[in-house]
T-cell receptor
Framework: EPEVTQTPSHQVTQMGQEVILRCVPI?????FYWYRQILGQKVEFLVS????????KSEIFDDQFSVERPDGSNFTLKIRSTKLEDSAMYFC??????????FGNGTRLTVT | DAKTTQPNSMESNEEEPVHLPCNHS???????IHWYRQLPSQGPEYVIH???SNVNNRMASLAIAEDRKSSTLILHRATLRDAAVYYC???????????FGQGTRLTINP
């Protein structure tokens, strides 16, 4: 069964550094998402992406965040200047129209 | 965002059925009920969804009340691998994203 893959599984970075989290969605999916989960808290929506543009974003997704689909297969989340509070699990997901979301197993981001 | 209410935690025994309740008293007529689960150290995983009728798949069954204000996810024969946080989510018509609540943490005893 096709799956969403995310790399790296764990990323450690220093405060103020830029990070790029990478995702390969399922190939025939059209909608792409990023979620995050701070340790012990609920899964929070960050952004959705369709037709090469952001379709919806949450309050969390401020100017420090950006998403890109640089080619036909990758979907990336960039955090320009990381803060301690950005430490979390970041999940990528993809879906077809009005179909269930398929999630990857996440990237654990640790900001020191 | 649409709001569902679930118990914080439940416990059951291996090989017994599990009924996970969810209240969604403000649901509109066109919004679907989705269930996802999150196993330890993994991303959320789709379980099942429905609108009005009861639904069955290889993972679970979903029983939706006639007034649609509540639903129950049924695991017919729980295994240790079913220990997870289960999320009941109202998916708004036309929306693609999911909004997760706190979910129910299900513990399965051997």
């Amino acid at each position: 069964e096709p799956e969403v893959t995310q790399t790296p599984s764990h990323q450690v970075t220093q405060m103020g550094q830029e990070v790029i989290l990478r995702c390969v969605p399922i190939s025939n999916h059209l909608y792409f998402y990023w979620y995050r989960q701070i340790l012990g808290q609920k899964v929070e929506f960050l952004v959705s992406f369709y037709n090469n543009e952001i379709s919806e974003k949450s309050e969390i997704f401020d100017d420090q965040f950006s998403v890109e689909r640089p080619d036909g297969s990758n979907f990336t989340l960039k955090i320009r200047s990381t803060k301690l509070e950005d430490s979390a699990m970041y999940f990528c997901a993809s879906s077809r129209n009005n179909s269930p979301l398929h999630f990857g197993n996440g990237t654990r981001l640790t900001v020191t | 965002d649409a709001k569902t209410t679930q118990p914080n935690s439940m416990e059951s025994n291996e090989e017994e059925p599990v009924h996970l309740p969810c209240n969604h008293s403000t649901i509109s007529g066109t919004d679907y009920i989705h269930w996802y689960r999150q196993l330890p150290s993994q991303g959320p995983e789709y379980v099942i969804h429905g609108l009005t009728s009861n639904v069955n798949n290889r993972m679970a069954s979903l029983a939706i009340a006639e007034d649609r204000k509540s639903s129950t996810l049924i695991l017919h024969r729980a295994t240790l691998r079913d220990a997870a946080v289960y999320y009941c989510i109202e998916k708004l018509q036309g929306a693609q994203k999911l909004v997760f609540g706190q979910g129910t943490r299900l513990t399965i005893n051997p």
